[in-house]
Structure formats: C-alpha cells, structure tokens
C-alpha cells in the first residue's frame, strides 16, 4: 500500500498543542508551526482502525495488558534491533517524561545529583529540577556538524550522581551514537554505581544508513544497570495516545520500579493504549519505512535549499527523527535577536535553541515532520527574511 505523505490536514479545532500553543508563546497565531515534536501526517490507518473498532463496542471500561501487547513489542525490538526481552521486563507508563519523572522518584531521593548532556530534551533538566533534585552537565562537543560525548569530563562528572539520563538517539542534535560511546558510559556508569536511564523514543526514526543501538544491548554492565524507554508515539505520530513502555532486565529494579508505580495505579493504560501499541508494532513496518523515506527527503531538501539560499544557516544532517538543529551562530545574533528574526521576520515558529541548555544557544529546531509543500513555503519565508535582513 502507498501512503499518502503529502496530503494537508487541517489540524484547526483539535486542541494541538502546535496551533493552540501559538498565542501563548508568541503572543500571534500567524506563525507556520514547525516546533512541536510531533508529525503533521496522518496517523496510520491501521491504529485509526484499531481504535474505531474498538469505539465500535460500545463500552470504554477499564482495560488490562493483553498477550498481544506484550508479543508486540517483543517482536518489534527483536526484529528491529535483535533484542531479546521476556513480558516480565515490560512494564507499561504513560508516556516517557512521566516514566522518567517517575523513575527519578523511584530509584533517587531529593537532593541527589542526576547527569544530563547538553544540548538535550529540556525536560531531562526541567523534571530532574522540579523533582528537587541537583542537574549536573557533561556538555556535548561539536565537531565537524556532529556531536561527540566528551568522555573524560562525563568520568569526572558522573561521581556523586545517581542518575544518568541517556538520550539515545539524540534530541536535538541528531545523534546515533557510537557504540563505543556506550560502551564507556556503561561501564562507567556500572564502575560509578549510577543507573542510567535511555530514553529511546526516536530509535524507531533511525535513518538508513544509520543503525539504532539500544543501550541495554552494548553488554552485560548495560544490561543490567539500565532502565530503557521506548514507545511507538513519535515514529507512528500517535504522541496523544500516551503509551510507552520501560524495559528492565534487572529483576531488583524492575520489582522496585513496578512497586512504586503501583503504589500510585501509574502503571494503568487507558482503552486505546495497549490496542495502539500493539497495531503500530504490529502492522507498521511497510508504513514506517514509507515515513522515513519521505522524512529523509525533507532534510535532504531543507539542508540543499538552505545551503544554497541561506549559507549562514547550517542544517546538522540528523541520523534519526524529523528533528533538524539549525547552526545560526554565523548570522551574529544574541538570542532574542535570533527568535525575533526567526517569528518576526520569517514569520515561523520553531524551537529556541536555548530551550535546550546553555550549549544551544546560537541554535534552532526544526520541525520538517509534515507535507513538503508547507516545508517549501516555510523555507521561502525564511530565504526572503535572510535577504531583508542582509545577512
């Protein structure tokens, strides 16, 4: 079956967070939404189906994990990254911020010092923070549009922490990293006693001819000193569904993770959740594939019209998602000078760099996860803006 990639939706009256959050933030609803990390495509008829059929009996009570949730999943990671799991390392949460949020709660007390790796997922800071916890940085280093892990400041950085929030692949910058980067932090992490928490929502939106490599997978010290989060909701475009799932080999910390959510019913999807999961993981390959080829021509034509229009923006070719970091440092702006280009002059809304640590300022997200024909108005804001501005 062909997907149709190109066909605009209009997303008017649905309460999205990309449209309804446009006043909030900018104080103007003239703005083309490229920030919200979620698709402007439709979501796969084969969950839209699940879920009518569903609607189709009548009664939306309580629902339970079903054997072909949990088959699901351990056929999609096994055939997607050769990765052996059993039911009793799964454990369902509802969605992976919350899942992280509760796993700071579960495996840390207040106070404690949690490591993160900037520029990353704002909410690894905001969480850790809000919690009451210490955030402790192991800045990224940029070279040659990618970026590295520094290693031996994360050793130095890394004691006194009991958490270490892995982002894997990498948001915002792309990044699927080097098994070798892995493979140090695990054993340091293992050496160090700090569990390391990877947050994986993106591996599904790997692009050939990258592969995706689970942290829990790069050896034994990984394994069992790891809680990984996984979830169909970024690849399958169904982030409103809020079903993700943590994976924990270690018996221990999967026994204390499940206690601590059951305490509070945490762990309990809702109607849609487990029917969702298992249809996307189920009969989504064929129109995964087809996303992310589409995805991937996306970037390949933002990153050529930029290069060839505006030279001062550099486009970090992503390895996985629909995410793109914009590299503006070369137009001299201060920050605010950057946004107020971006929303005043472009008239577009993406993400402030800034959002994501000290180390993204000087940078923008870019969204390019819809129809190309609203990327090549957006871009042709953005070109005529270069040019009023003289840059």
Same mark, same amino acid.
């Given at each position: 079956m062909i997907y149709d990639f190109d066909r605009i939706i209009d997303r008017e009256g649905t309460a999205a967070i990309k449209l309804a959050g446009l006043q909030e933030h900018w104080g103007r609803t003239d703005l083309i939404p490229l920030w919200v990390a979620d698709m402007d495509f439709a979501s796969p008829p084969f969950i839209l189906d699940a879920i009518r059929r569903r609607c189709d009996r009548e009664i939306l009570g309580y629902t339970s994990e079903h054997d072909g949730y949990y088959r699901s999943i351990i056929d999609w990671v096994k055939s997607r990254y050769g990765m052996s799991v059993d039911r009793g390392a799964i454990t369902f949460v509802g969605g992976i911020v919350p899942g992280i949020a509760f796993a700071i709660n579960c495996f840390t007390a207040r106070g404690d010092k949690i490591l993160i790796q900037p520029p990353v997922y704002h909410p690894f800071r905001q969480v850790s923070l809000a919690n009451g916890r210490q955030?402790?940085?192991?800045? #990224?280093? +940029?070279? $040659?549009?990618?970026?590295?892990?520094?290693?031996?400041?994360?050793? !130095?950085?890394?004691?006194? %922490?009991?958490?270490?929030?892995?982002?894997?692949?990498?948001?915002?910058?792309?990044?699927?990293?080097?098994?070798?980067?892995?493979?140090?932090?695990?054993?340091?992490?293992?050496?160090?006693?700090? #569990?390391? +928490?990877? $947050?994986?929502?993106?591996?599904?939106?790997?692009?050939?001819?990258? !592969?995706?490599?689970?942290? %829990?997978?790069?050896?034994?010290?990984?394994?069992?000193?790891?809680?990984?989060?996984?979830?169909?909701?970024?690849?399958?475009?169904?982030?409103?569904?809020?079903a993700s799932q943590a994976i924990i080999y270690d018996k221990a910390l999967h026994r204390r993770f499940e206690t601590f959510l059951e305490a509070g019913e945490s762990n309990m999807g809702h109607v849609f959740a487990f029917l969702s999961v298992e249809a996307a993981y189920t009969h989504g390959t064929e129109w995964l594939d087809q996303c992310l080829a589409y995805i991937q021509g996306n970037i390949d034509y933002t990153a050529d019209f930029l290069q060839e229009h505006t030279p001062k923006i550099r486009v970090l070719r992503p390895h996985a998602s629909y995410l793109v970091w914009l590299d503006c440092r070369a137009l001299c702006l201060s920050q605010e000078a950057l946004n107020d280009f971006f929303v005043d002059k472009a008239h577009l809304a993406l993400n402030d760099g800034a959002l994501f640590g000290e180390e993204g300022k000087g940078f923008m997200r870019l969204n390019v996860g819809s129809p190309r024909s609203v990327l090549e108005r957006a871009l042709k804001q953005l070109v005529e803006a270069y040019v009023v501005m003289g840059f």
């Open positions: 955030v402790v940085t192991n800045p #990224l280093i +940029l070279e $040659d549009g990618v970026y590295r892990m520094d290693i031996d400041d994360f050793c !130095r950085k890394v004691k006194g %922490c009991k958490l270490f929030i892995l982002c894997n692949p990498h948001n915002p910058g792309g990044v699927v990293w080097k098994e070798e980067e892995l493979c140090a932090v695990a054993e340091i992490c293992y050496e160090e006693g700090v #569990l390391v +928490l990877s $947050d994986e929502i993106h591996a599904d939106l790997t692009l050939p001819p990258y !592969r995706h490599r689970p942290f %829990c997978m790069v050896g034994e010290r990984a394994k069992m000193n790891s809680v990984t989060f996984m979830a169909p909701s970024k690849a399958f475009n169904i982030p409103g569904i809020s």
